[in-house]
Nanobody, 119 residues
């Protein structure tokens, strides 16, 4: 099982980035996918989530209207488009795959990709 994030980097405030998370080794289209982030000294927080078929999304209040989550089940990939970036968006961004089983919730994490917003 692998979740491999890419697309992070250094961006000036107001800029845009698109993160990608390529999945393998599990039935991607059956899993809810989410992006989390963790800034230095802070807890990991949910940024955005998307249902298995892509018909439902949710966002943290801090990113609503600026970030868009999407997925391509044919490519086993989930994306996070980030516009109007702010310094407070600086964090390591993690991809998460989650499914509810009869034993309870189960999922996987990627290794993270660093996003730094600074002038």
């Amino acid at each position: 099982v692998q979740l491999v994030e890419s697309g992070g980097g250094l961006m000036q405030p107001g800029g845009s980035l698109r993160l990608s998370c390529a999945a393998s080794g599990f039935p991607f289209s059956s899993y809810r996918m989410s992006w989390y982030r963790q800034a230095p000294g802070k807890e990991r927080e949910l940024v955005a989530g998307i249902s298995s078929a892509g018909g439902s999304t949710n966002y943290a209040d801090s990113v609503k209207g600026r970030f868009t989550i999407s997925r391509d089940n044919a490519k086993n990939t989930v994306y996070l488009r980030m516009n109007s970036l702010k310094p407070e968006d600086t964090a390591v961004y993690y991809c998460n795959a989650r499914i509810i089983t009869v034993q309870g919730p189960f999922g996987y994490w990627g290794q993270g990709t660093q996003v730094t917003v600074s002038s």
